[in-house]
T-cell receptor, first 114, second 110 residues
C-alpha cells in the first residue's frame, strides 16, 4: 500500500494560473518535504516542514509556497507558474529523529505548463 | 552541503555483482552516508545507509572505508529491475535533509 500519496500524478496548468499539488502520508511522520526535479536532473529540495515549522531553502523562488494543515497532508502552491516550472514534483516524509533519517517518497506529480 | 562524487554511469550484466563507488572526502564525523535509487518515472527509493560500519540489508550492502572518505554500494546480483539512477548522499546529523547529486546511471544488460 502506498504510504506517501501524491495527487494528481499528472497536472496541466496554464501560464500564470495558480496550481496546487497535494501530498498525503499514512506514516505519521514529523517531517514532510517538497522537491522539484526537472528532466534529467537530480531532485532539488524546495522546502520542508518539521511538524508545523516551515523551513524554506534559500534559493526557492517566492512563487512557491506550501501549507501543512495537519500531520497527514501537505500542499505545494505555485502562485504564477511559468514555463520553467514544468517539472516532476516529489513529496517525501521522514520521522525526523536523530541521524540516519530515512525519507520515503511519493511517486510524484508531473506538472506541465502551457 | 558536503559533496559526493560518483561516476556518471556504469554497466553490468544480469546476475553479476555491481560495485558503485562514491567519494565524500569532506565528510564530517557525524554525517551519515545514504544511498537512494530512482527507477524511471518513479520517486527515489531508499536503499541503505550507514555511519561507520559496513551494512547489509535485503537490497544491497554498503562498504564504508575506514577513513570514511569513500564508500561502495554493492548490488550482489544485478537484475533488469535494478536499472536506475543511484544517488550517494551525505546527511548531516539532525539536519533531516538530503542534497542529491547527479548520481550514477546503472544499466543492466540481459
Amino acid at each position: 500500500d502506498a504510504m506517501v500519496i501524491q495527487n494528481p500524478r499528472y497536472q496541466v496548468t496554464q501560464f500564470g494560473k495558480p496550481v496546487t499539488l497535494s501530498c498525503s502520508q499514512t506514516l505519521n511522520h514529523n517531517v514532510m518535504y517538497w522537491y522539484q526535479q526537472k528532466s534529467s536532473q537530480a531532485p532539488k529540495l524546495l522546502f520542508h516542514y518539521y511538524d508545523k515549522d516551515f523551513n524554506n531553502e534559500a534559493d526557492t523562488p517566492d512563487n512557491f509556497q506550501s501549507r501543512r494543515p495537519n500531520t497527514s497532508f501537505c500542499f505545494l502552491d505555485i502562485r504564477s507558474p511559468g514555463l520553467g516550472d514544468a517539472a516532476m514534483y516529489l513529496c517525501a516524509t521522514s520521522r525526523g529523529q536523530g541521524g540516519g533519517n530515512i525519507q520515503y517518497f511519493g511517486a510524484g506529480t508531473r506538472l506541465s505548463v502551457l | 552541503d558536503a559533496k559526493t562524487t560518483q561516476p556518471n554511469s556504469m554497466e553490468s550484466n544480469e546476475e553479476e555483482p555491481v560495485h558503485l563507488p562514491c567519494n565524500h572526502s569532506t565528510i564530517s564525523g557525524t554525517d551519515y552516508i545514504h544511498w537512494y535509487r530512482q527507477l524511471p518515472s518513479q520517486g527515489p527509493e531508499y536503499v541503505i545507509h550507514g555511519l561507520t560500519s559496513n551494512v547489509n540489508n535485503r537490497m544491497a550492502s554498503l562498504a564504508i572505508a575506514e577513513d570514511r572518505k569513500s564508500s561502495t554500494l554493492i548490488l550482489h546480483r544485478a537484475t533488469l529491475r535494478d536499472a536506475a539512477v543511484y544517488y550517494c548522499i551525505l546527511e548531516r546529523s539532525n539536519d533531516y535533509k538530503l542534497s542529491f547529486g547527479a548520481g550514477t546511471t546503472v544499466t543492466v544488460r540481459a
